[in-house]
């Protein structure tokens, strides 16, 4: 008997759908198009979309024909709902290759080939500090000297060598003279690209500069009056509550962080508490809680003394938050990822609006298909990364924790749920951010129990009423109980970092271990029922499986990866060789950004002056050398004089690797690595396999 045309009968069993339905499957397909894309390094040829266009079209029409077919009695209901299931799945993959390219094509611009030196000119549009505790200046509408405008970067990063000089306010066009060159390339094959960063950013070239900044006109239109006014927010809040407490006071509430040291940096990376200090989701989470749950305390307690008001007060209230959630994106400068935390509570307060669950996988998979919409890029970045696992970790406790929380004291309850999600968050994100970040604080957790309940209970609350109170100048109170709470961050923060064997450095895990993490947790996630029982036998049990066994293999190859032997900095002014103390670097001085990632991501925490010290190399510090595997030998030659002594240290079987141009001949018989080649290659690295050697380049 043929199954009634129905629209029920149309629809994929409850089983089929996994643990939320269909919807939570579509930014997981989404993110496979991106991440094939970006696998392939965006060069994908014509032929390739084409056959993404073929898939498309397949998936389309297996969608399409799928119930026609089925009503007909061709096949059967089940096939038709694999069908549909599978021709979404592959329109959507192809749909999310098509978003990153056209992402990737929108940005487009030009980028700085060689280096240059002379007047910089620009509209100021952020200022921050880099790596090294310097200002720096990000400038669009950049005039270079005797540049063609379309060759002219639209962006340029500046760090000043000089912190004594006013900074003059965001939005005005300045004038100074610096160095600048191309977005540099990855400190070594497989390493962070920083590249790919500056390319979705627009950010054509990065330098410095050691003069004065000047003006050259004034900042017009409302919306620098709106930064300028962001600012002076920043201001008063480090003014009202003083030193580096005021700092990071000033980041939670208008994102601004130029005012904090980078000593307060590494605390709060050796304690795992930076993320504190940059906006995310915990911030609007928490700020959004606190006026939603203030606004319908508010409002019932109106009601209860006799006014008249409409019913649906939890409308009103989350109606409220997300108008504070709005001013709080504006107030924090709106970087990306706090637009990202916006979309995601905006999507939780709206769903509220229409009378549907704020807490549930499909929403959080309905603002996850909304960044990689408006931003693929941020698939691949630890904020989306680390927000969205711990987003979906304390939705999975969400269920258990309302059944226990009836039976806790009132008073306990909001204590205990503050700790509840900081025990969760910090499980679900501690594998990413030891991957991206190559280091794992080991009393990170107890850190975050002791200073995200602060930052729940006393800060972001304390922030909102000196907001409320500051038109009336009477904001000092809130500033004061603000600041006893940043305070406590800061002293949590020093308190764990300065205990014994606070940080470990974590070795680089191989390209696919973060992909095998990500989609196997996903996979475990969306596929679980209630017990095993259920999933024996199944689709859903098979991808239960599938996802454990990915999971479990991103960990084998996280333990078993080997780092390279050798490794050669794009600038040849560095050679770093494994040897049984750790890697061993050729000069106790040059090439220190690329030479510190190298030793992170061996998972050593040694200075490049101990790295040095090491056994391993021998020679004068302009000619520096080490024997290697297979008979082969390795020299490093720098200094004054270097690419003409490069003639005669050029024999066989040995690598010769020198940061100036040589003129060698075009086959000479050495391994040679001279600034020419080297910048055609970028970053090297060597292995050696049964005495064979093997060579992997940054551009390969």
């Known amino acids: 008997m043929r199954a009634p045309k129905h629209a029920s009968a149309r629809l994929p069993r409850p089983a089929a759908a996994g643990r939320a339905g269909l919807f939570p499957w579509v930014p997981v397909c989404l993110s496979l198009g991106i991440g094939l894309w970006f696998l392939l390094t965006g060069r994908i040829p014509v032929i390739g979309w084409v056959g993404a266009a073929a898939m498309a079209l397949v998936g389309i029409g297996a969608i399409k024909v799928a119930i026609p077919l089925a009503e007909r009695g061709r096949i059967g209901w089940h096939l038709a709902d694999g069908m549909r299931v599978c021709g979404m799945a592959l329109a959507l993959i192809a749909a999310g290759m098509a978003l990153i390219a056209i992402r990737s094509a929108d940005v487009a611009a030009p980028v700085l080939e060689w280096r240059y030196y002379g007047p910089v000119e620009g509209r100021l549009i952020e200022i921050d500090r880099s790596a090294r505790d310097r200002m720096r200046l990000t400038l669009d509408q950049v005039v270079l000297r005797d540049m063609a405008s379309d060759r002219t970067p639209e962006r340029v990063r500046m760090s000043l060598m000089n912190d004594d000089d006013p900074l003059p306010p965001l939005g005005q066009r300045i004038m100074l003279t610096g160095h600048l060159g191309p977005p540099p390339g990855p400190a070594a094959p497989g390493s962070f690209d920083f590249r790919q960063f500056a390319w979705f950013d627009r950010l054509g070239a990065v330098g410095y500069s050691r003069t004065p900044v000047m003006s050259v006109s004034e900042a017009q239109g409302i919306a620098w009056t709106m930064h300028r006014t962001r600012m002076a927010i920043s201001r008063s809040i480090q003014d009202g509550i003083g030193e580096q407490e005021g700092a990071v006071a000033s980041a939670l509430m208008t994102g601004d962080r130029s005012g904090i040291e980078e000593a307060t940096n590494e605390v709060m990376r050796a304690s795992n508490l930076y993320h504190i200090i940059s906006i995310s989701g915990l911030h609007m989470s928490m700020l959004t809680g606190f006026v939603y749950t203030a606004l319908r305390l508010a409002l019932v307690l109106t009601q209860g ?337 270097a690419s003409e002594r490069a003639n005669t240290a050029c024999q066989p079987k040995r690598i010769v690797v020198i940061a100036d141009r040589t003129d060698l001949p075009k086959a000479p018989t050495c391994l040679l690595f001279d600034l020419t080649r080297l910048r055609q290659t970028g970053a090297v690295a060597i292995d050696f396999s049964n005495g064979e050697m093997r060579i992997t380049t940054v551009m390969e």
């Open 305 to 641: 003394l006799g006014a008249p008001l409409p019913q649906g007060l939890h409308k009103i209230a989350a109606l409220g938050a997300l108008l504070a959630a709005a001013a709080y994106l504006w107030l924090s400068g709106g970087g990306v990822a706090t637009e990202r935390s916006f979309v995601m509570v905006a999507v939780m307060l709206a769903a509220i609006l229409v009378d549907r669950r704020a807490i549930s996988l499909r929403t959080v998979a309905l603002a996850a298909t909304i960044i990689l919409i408006y931003s693929p890029e941020a698939l691949t970045s630890p904020g989306f990364q680390m927000s969205f696992s711990a987003t979906v970790a304390l939705v999975l406790v969400y269920g258990p924790w309302s059944r226990l929380s009836p039976y806790l004291p009132w008073w306990l309850r909001p204590v205990a749920i503050l700790l509840l999600s900081s025990l969760v968050a910090s499980l679900a994100t501690s594998p990413i951010a030891a991957a991206h970040f190559n280091r794992t604080a080991h009393y990170g957790l107890i850190a975050n129990l002791l200073a995200v309940p602060v930052m729940g209970a006393l800060v972001m609350p304390a922030g909102v009423i000196a907001a409320l109170l500051a038109p009336f100048g009477l904001q000092a109170p809130a500033l004061w109980v603000m600041g006893i709470g940043t305070k406590w961050m800061l002293m949590v923060a020093g308190f764990i970092a300065d205990l014994g064997g606070a940080v470990t450095a974590i070795p680089m895990p191989p390209g696919p271990v973060l992909p095998l993490m990500g989609f196997g947790a996903v996979l475990m996630v969306l596929t679980w029922r209630d017990g095993p029982r259920r999933m024996r036998g199944t689709a859903l049990g098979f991808g239960f499986t599938l996802g454990a066994a990915m999971l479990a293999l991103s960990a084998v190859l996280w333990l078993t990866a080997t780092r390279p032997h050798l490794l050669i900095a794009g600038e040849g002014d560095a050679v770093g060789l494994m040897t049984a103390e750790g890697r061993a670097v050729s000069k106790p001085a040059g090439g220190g950004f690329v030479v510190e990632n190298w030793l992170l991501e061996d998972g050593d925490m040694a200075t490049q002056e101990e790295s040095a010290a090491r056994s391993g190399w021998s020679g004068p510090r302009g000619e520096r050398t080490a024997d290697l595997p297979g008979g082969w030998q390795i020299l490093h030659l720098s200094g004054k004089g």
